[in-house]
Structure formats: structure tokens, C-alpha cells
């Protein structure tokens, strides 16, 4: 790199109408392009390649190659094109996985966005002191780490001393004395749940608050002198001006939800059964770390990975579209 | 029924009636909206209390000596307060090296993360440039892919390169998880300091990287502070990428450790005590540095659906 160009003009150099530096286009005088910016770019592009643009290459290449008996005592992988994708989706296990991964996804993301909006016009209708108490409470549940959340959470559901029997206990339903939640799939699914949303739903219900205090109060006053009920203002003022962020975290929750894999690893180790409550992230962990099977593992991965574009597609174009 | 009716409507479709309803409701509505907002108070504070529960319940069973723990009445205050639960985590010593593990991991990531995603956000937001849109477009979808979906990719790199089990390759792997999305949170800071600034500076006499040293950096302090918070929780926290890039049990960090602790005295009966002083030591650290990042992160995540 010459050093002229290390010092290359910046762009607010070029131009010098009002809006900040970044809003405007190069000048066109400017023929040359400045190699600075590609300069200060080196080390996180030299570390995105390492860290992750040549797994996802090396995934695209285990995908197609054989990984049996053979290789784990040092043959190189034969390749066998698309037989993994053909053996893998062609599988009734992964279709059972996909299927039971989609619901899970979808039930949770659901009740996270509605209990989160459900939390925020709460936290606008009451006094602020009950607000701050709210605030702090949700941060905290924000704050826990993942994993002494999720083991918070098997201390709570434990089937002899935990707190969840104790009081189902003692409000009548003595049935449910030492019952084993984490054994059976429905009810593991249900503690995942509860766990899951409650992590979630501070992200979820602080962002959509932050999205109402930007409605106006005199809209609303105005809307009740002219006599609209409780219900009518939600549904013609504060749900459409909260659209664009519900919409957002809506998807976001979707993406996440649908990458679950930790939690569930967690509470699997209470002794569920695992190729019922396997969602998949699981699947992909299982077949590649416990059977070895890297080019199935790989298949589905790809599988994921193009899902997760897909979806974060909406997502990515509305922050671009703040980048201009 | 006119709740079909769009808002502007509402109030010209039928005019006369509502104006009446509204002076003659007027007192007695208002009270009607005083029960309902206290109604609206205790509901919020059950919400509060159901919400804070688990953390409260961990830190509580934390302090709580193991034989109360195990009978079948359960206590919701701290009556016998202990720290017994906290010398016996303590006391193995295999806290103390996964802590070693989990602060030599995070604080190299916060490190290069920080210096990496500075420098280019500098670059994105200071210059045009040919193949920028590619970059942030390339960045922000590098943000949203999921680990599971790589994890074993990464595990066969780092075990052909022997680095399994090493410090230096969960790094890696760490710092090109973080690097997008603080980039992205940086780029706000950067542009959010007027070039004006520095370019005042420069008239006054200052070479351009004096201007950039004296004038730039310290206002982006906040900035480069709340970036750090953001990747020390990230790496901190971290599980699944742990799980296959540090298999063997003397290299773990803290999650996977307080995993193995509960897996441990599971044969035993579990000690609820020490596994909820050990999740209580792990998330102290996290919930102090968490408060102070909070409020940017919402933001940074939906100021797009925000503006847009």
C-alpha cells in the first residue's frame, strides 16, 4: 500500500453538505478509491475467514464426502456427492426433528412476543414506581447466564425438593408429588418452554416499550375524548405504531428460537429421553459428535444455515436500510 | 359496530354521541380508570415478582445450609443464612482453573474483538468505498448464523490443526462470532462523532492522527466500553462452541464446568446448595457488567425497525 493512498481523503472530505459525513455519495472527482478503509478492514475480515468463512467452505465439502469406519482410522473421505443430503432427507428421524423444531420455534416465539407486548403496555399503564420494580426485574432475568438460567430452572421443576411440585402440591393436585417433568417429552418441552420464554421475554418487552413511549400521550387523550375504548385505542393506535419493532423481534425470536440447542442439551441431562426431545441443533450434535457421521451432520448444517438466511433476509435489509 | 372503522373515523362517524357519552361518563369514568390503574399496579408487581423469582431463588438456595434444602418444605426466606455452600464450590479447586479457563478466553476475545471491530467500523463508517455494501450486507448475516449450524465444521478445523482443547482456537472461533455485530454497534459511535471535529482540530495545527488521538478516541470511549461489556458477556457465557472446541474436562470454562458440577452430584444426590452458589458466583459478574450495556443493545438490535 502506498502511503499517499493510506492517508486516502475520507468521504466527508468530498462533499460538504449538511447531514453528516456518511449520508453522502463520493464526489465524483474522486477516481481513485482510498485504500485506507480496505486497510483498516484486514484483521476482522482475516478473522471472520478463520473463524468462519472456512468452517462454512470445509462444511460444504464434508457435505459431499463419505466419512465411515475407514476414515476415523486415517483413509481421506471418499466423495459421494449428494448421497449425505439424499440419505440424510430422506430419513423419517430428521423430518420427526424438523417438524418437532418448527412447533417448538413457533409456540415459543409466539407467547415470547405476546407476553413481551403484554409486558410493555403494562409497564405504560401503571405508576412508575411499579414500572422501575418491573424494569429491574425483567433486566434481571435478562442478565442470568444461559446456563445457571437453564440449571435455576432444573433446581425450580426438580422432582423431589424442588419448588414447582411443592406448591402444585399444596394448592390440590397431590398427584404431583415427585413428578419426574424432565422424563417424559411433553413436559420436558414444557420446562424448555418456560425456561426459553422466560429468558426472552425482558429483549423482547423492553424493546416494544421503548417502541410505545414513542406514542404520544395527547394522541391517546385525544382518542378517548373522542371516545375510544381501551381496546379501540390499542387496536388503532399503539398496535400499528408498534408494528415495525413487533414485526422485528418477531423474527428475530423465530431465527433464535429455531437455533435452540443448548437449553435442551442441558435439561436432557436430567435422563429425558433423548431422540424424542432432540431438536435440531441436537440432531446435528448427535450425528456428528456421537456417531461420527460428519457428512449427514454437515448436510443438515447447511440446511440450517440456508433456513437462517433465508429468514434473517427481513431483517437484514430493515438495518441496512438505516446504514444508508 | 364500527371497530372496523378506520381511527380517523372514529370519532367523525358519529359525533354527537360521543361528545354526550363524554360529559356525562366524566366523573364517574375517571374513578373507573383510578381502580383500574391500581388494579393495573398489583398486577405489575405479581408480574415483577414471578419474573425475578428464579434469580431470587437461585441466590437465596445459595446461602441456604443443605439440610433445609432437602426437606420438603421449603423456606423463601433467608433464615439460616451460610456460606458453607460457597467454601464447598470453592474448595476442589476446579472452579478456581475453569475461572482461569473462562477470564484467559474472555479477556484475549475482548481484546482482539475490540481492536478489530474498531478498525473497521472506522472504515465503514469514514469512508465510501467500493465493496462496502457487500461488507455490512456480509456482516449482518454473519451476525445471524447460528453456531449449531457450524459447530461441527469448526470442531474438524481445530482438530486437524491440533487445537482442541487450546486456548488460542476457541478465540478464534469467539472473536469471529463477536466481531459483526460489534462492528455494527461501533459504526453507530463512530459515525455519531462529527469528522467536523476532527478536521477543526487539524486546522488548529494537529497532524491528522493527533486530531484522530485527541479529539475522536475519547468521545468514543462510551462506545468502545459498552462493545467490550458486550463481548466479555458473549464469550463469558458462551456454551455450545465450548462444548466441541474444549472436549476434555481440564480445559473448561465456567459454563461447561458448572454442567459437569450438576452432572457430578447428580450421583450423589444432588447438592442443590453449592450448584446454586456456583450459578450465583458465575452470574454475579454478568449481571454488574450486563446493567451497564443494556440499554444499547436494545437499541442497537431494533433501531432499524425503529427509524425504518
Not at chain 1, 144 to 159: E, H, I, Q, R
Not at chain 1, 231 to 250: A, D, E, K
Not at chain 1, 291 to 319: E, K, M
Not at chain 2, 216 to 236: D, E, H, I, K, M
Amino acid at each position: 500500500m502506498s502511503h499517499d493512498a493510506a492517508l486516502g481523503v475520507p468521504a466527508h472530505d468530498a462533499a460538504t453538505a449538511p447531514g453528516g459525513p456518511t449520508s453522502e455519495r463520493p464526489a465524483p472527482r474522486r477516481r481513485r478509491t482510498p485504500a485506507a478503509p480496505y486497510v483498516l478492514l484486514v484483521p476482522a475480515v482475516l478473522a471472520l475467514l478463520a473463524g468462519l468463512a472456512y468452517p462454512v467452505g470445509r462444511q460444504i465439502v464434508m457435505s459431499v464426502q463419505k466419512f465411515g469406519l475407514e476414515q476415523q482410522f486415517g483413509q481421506p473421505p471418499e466423495l459421494v456427492g449428494f448421497a449425505n443430503f439424499a440419505r440424510v432427507f430422506t430419513d423419517d428421524a430428521l423430518w420427526a426433528v424438523v417438524i418437532r423444531s418448527v412447533v417448538f420455534c413457533l409456540v415459543n416465539a409466539g407467547l415470547t412476543v405476546v407476553i413481551g407486548f403484554a409486558f410493555a403496555l403494562l409497564m405504560r399503564a401503571v405508576h412508575s414506581s411499579v414500572r422501575i420494580v418491573l424494569q429491574v426485574s425483567l433486566l434481571l432475568a435478562w442478565a442470568m447466564p444461559m446456563v445457571a438460567g437453564v440449571t435455576v430452572f432444573k433446581w425450580l421443576f426438580d422432582y423431589r425438593t424442588g419448588v414447582v411440585n411443592w406448591l402444585l402440591v399444596k394448592i390440590g393436585f397431590t398427584g404431583m408429588e415427585g413428578y419426574s417433568w424432565l422424563s417424559k417429552p411433553f413436559t420436558f418441552f414444557l420446562v424448555a418452554t418456560l425456561v426459553i420464554v422466560w429468558m426472552s421475554v425482558p429483549f423482547v418487552a423492553l424493546s416494544i416499550y421503548a417502541g410505545l413511549t414513542a406514542v404520544p400521550d395527547e394522541v391517546l387523550e385525544a382518542a378517548r375524548i373522542d371516545g375510544a375504548t381501551g381496546t379501540q385505542q390499542l387496536r388503532h393506535i399503539l398496535f400499528p405504531m408498534v408494528r415495525p419493532v413487533l414485526s422485528i423481534v418477531l423474527l428475530l425470536q423465530i431465527i433464535w428460537d429455531l437455533r435452540v440447542f443448548a437449553q435442551i442439551r442441558l435439561l436432557q441431562d436430567a435422563g429425558a429421553p433423548v431422540s424424542d426431545t432432540n431438536l435440531l441443533g441436537n440432531f446435528i450434535y448427535e450425528l456428528g459428535m456421537s456417531r461420527q457421521d460428519f457428512g449427514g451432520a454437515a448436510a443438515v448444517s447447511i440446511f440450517v444455515l440456508l433456513l437462517t438466511v433465508l429468514l434473517s433476509w427481513p431483517y437484514v435489509r430493515s438495518l441496512m436500510k438505516e446504514d444508508a | 359496530m364500527s371497530a372496523v372503522a378506520p381511527t380517523r373515523s372514529a370519532g367523525s362517524s358519529r359525533p354527537a354521541t360521543a361528545a354526550g357519552s363524554v360529559r356525562r361518563q366524566h366523573a364517574p369514568g375517571a374513578g373507573r380508570r383510578r381502580t383500574r390503574k391500581v388494579l393495573l399496579g398489583a398486577l405489575g408487581v405479581l408480574a415483577a415478582l414471578v419474573w425475578a423469582f428464579p434469580v431470587y431463588w437461585m441466590v437465596l438456595s445459595a446461602f441456604t445450609p443443605a439440610a433445609y434444602l432437602r426437606s420438603t418444605t421449603p423456606e423463601f426466606l433467608p433464615l439460616h443464612a451460610t456460606a458453607a455452600n460457597f467454601r464447598g464450590v470453592l474448595e476442589g479447586g476446579s472452579f478456581t482453573s475453569a475461572l482461569k479457563m473462562s477470564l484467559t478466553i474472555t479477556l484475549l476475545t475482548v481484546v482482539l474483538v475490540l481492536a478489530f471491530a474498531f478498525l473497521g467500523a472506522l472504515a465503514i463508517s469514514r469512508w465510501r468505498f467500493r465493496g462496502r455494501t457487500s461488507f455490512v450486507l456480509a456482516v449482518l448475516f454473519i451476525q445471524m448464523l447460528p453456531a449449531e449450524g457450524l459447530f461441527i465444521a469448526q470442531y474438524k478445523m481445530l482438530s486437524s490443526v491440533h487445537l482442541l482443547d487450546s486456548v488460542i482456537g476457541v478465540t478464534v472461533l469467539y472473536t469471529a462470532a463477536v466481531i459483526p455485530f460489534t462492528i455494527w454497534m461501533l459504526r453507530g459511535f463512530v459515525a455519531g462523532v462529527p469528522a467536523e471535529l476532527e478536521e477543526a482540530a487539524m486546522v488548529d495545527g494537529l497532524s491528522r492522527t493527533q486530531a484522530f488521538l485527541r479529539i475522536t478516541f475519547p468521545l468514543l470511549a462510551p462506545g468502545l466500553v459498552a462493545s467490550g461489556v458486550y463481548a466479555f458477556l458473549q464469550a463469558w457465557n458462551e456454551f455450545t462452541v465450548a462444548l466441541v472446541a474444549l472436549p476434555s474436562q481440564s480445559s473448561q470454562t465456567l459454563p461447561l464446568w458448572l454442567r459437569n458440577f450438576l452432572s457430578a452430584s447428580a450421583n450423589r444426590g444432588v447438592d442443590w446448595g453449592q450448584v446454586m452458589a456456583a450459578s450465583t458466583l458465575i452470574a454475579i459478574p454478568v449481571i454488574v457488567f450486563f446493567l451497564f450495556v443494556q440499554g444499547r443493545m436494545t437499541s442497537g438490535l431494533v433501531s432499524g425497525a425503529v427509524k425504518g
